[in-house]
C-alpha cells in the first residue's frame, strides 16, 4: 500500500518528467513550419545536453522526442549542448574516477594491515615455537634431574 508521501513524490515526479519532456529536442517549439526562424540556441543546448539521459529513454518508446535538436543555431548550441552533457554525465565519470582512486588507496591501505596481522601472527606463532622447544629442554633437564633424585635417594634408602 502506497502512503500519502508516497503518492505526493510519485505525482511531483511524473509532473516534473512531463515538465522536461515539453522542453525536450524535437517539440514544437523548434518546428520551422510553426516557428520559422525560431533555432534553439546556446541555452536551449546546454538544457537538451542536461535532460540527455531523460529524452534517450523517452526516444525509444516515441519518435516525437530526440535527443539533439536539429533545427538549431550551430555553434552556439553545439557548445551549449556539450557543457550540457558534461554537467550531466562528466560529473558522474570525475566521481567514478576519484572513487576508484579512493578505492584503490582503501584496499593498499586493507592490503598493508593485512601484511601487519601475518606478520604479527607469524612471529607469535614463532614465539610460541620457541617458548615450546624451551618447555621440552625445561621438561628433559626436569626429567634428568628427577631420575638423579631418584637414584640419590634409592642409593640412601638402600644404605640403611
Same mark, same amino acid.
Given at each position: 500500500?502506497?502512503?500519502?508521501?508516497?503518492?505526493?513524490?510519485?505525482?511531483?515526479?511524473?509532473?516534473? %518528467?512531463? %515538465?522536461?519532456?515539453?522542453?525536450?529536442?524535437?517539440?514544437?517549439?523548434?518546428?520551422?513550419?510553426?516557428?520559422?526562424?525560431?533555432?534553439?540556441?546556446?541555452?536551449?543546448?546546454?538544457?537538451?545536453?542536461?535532460?540527455?539521459?531523460? %529524452?534517450?529513454?523517452?526516444?525509444?518508446?516515441?519518435?516525437?522526442?530526440?535527443?539533439?535538436?536539429?533545427?538549431?543555431?550551430?555553434?552556439?548550441?553545439?557548445?551549449?549542448?556539450?557543457?550540457?552533457?558534461?554537467?550531466?554525465?562528466?560529473?558522474?565519470?570525475?566521481?567514478?574516477?576519484?572513487?576508484?582512486?579512493?578505492?584503490?588507496?582503501?584496499?593498499?591501505?586493507?592490503?598493508?594491515?593485512?601484511?601487519?596481522?601475518?606478520? $604479527?601472527?607469524?612471529?607469535?606463532?614463532?614465539?610460541? %615455537?620457541?617458548?615450546? $622447544?624451551?618447555?621440552? $629442554?625445561?621438561?628433559?633437564?626436569?626429567?634428568?634431574?628427577?631420575?638423579?633424585?631418584?637414584?640419590?635417594?634409592?642409593?640412601?634408602?638402600?644404605?640403611?
Amino acid at each position: 500500500m502506497l502512503t500519502k508521501k508516497q503518492y505526493l513524490v510519485t505525482g511531483i515526479v511524473l509532473l516534473l %518528467t512531463l %515538465t522536461v519532456l515539453g522542453c525536450a529536442p524535437g517539440n514544437d517549439r523548434w518546428n520551422q513550419e510553426i516557428n520559422p526562424g525560431h533555432n534553439a540556441g546556446f541555452w536551449a543546448g546546454i538544457w537538451h545536453g542536461v535532460i540527455i539521459i531523460i %529524452t534517450f529513454i523517452v526516444s525509444l518508446f516515441t519518435k516525437d522526442v530526440g535527443l539533439y535538436e536539429i533545427n538549431n543555431t550551430g555553434w552556439a548550441y553545439n557548445l551549449g549542448f556539450v557543457i550540457g552533457l558534461l554537467l550531466s554525465i562528466g560529473g558522474g565519470i570525475r566521481s567514478t574516477v576519484r572513487k576508484k582512486k579512493q578505492r584503490k588507496y582503501e584496499w593498499k591501505e586493507i592490503g598493508d594491515k593485512v601484511e601487519e596481522k601475518v606478520r $604479527e601472527g607469524v612471529k607469535a606463532w614463532l614465539d610460541e %615455537t620457541a617458548q615450546a $622447544e624451551k618447555k621440552k $629442554e625445561w621438561e628433559e633437564i626436569a626429567s634428568r634431574i628427577e631420575e638423579k633424585i631418584k637414584k640419590a635417594l634409592k642409593e640412601w634408602a638402600d644404605k640403611q
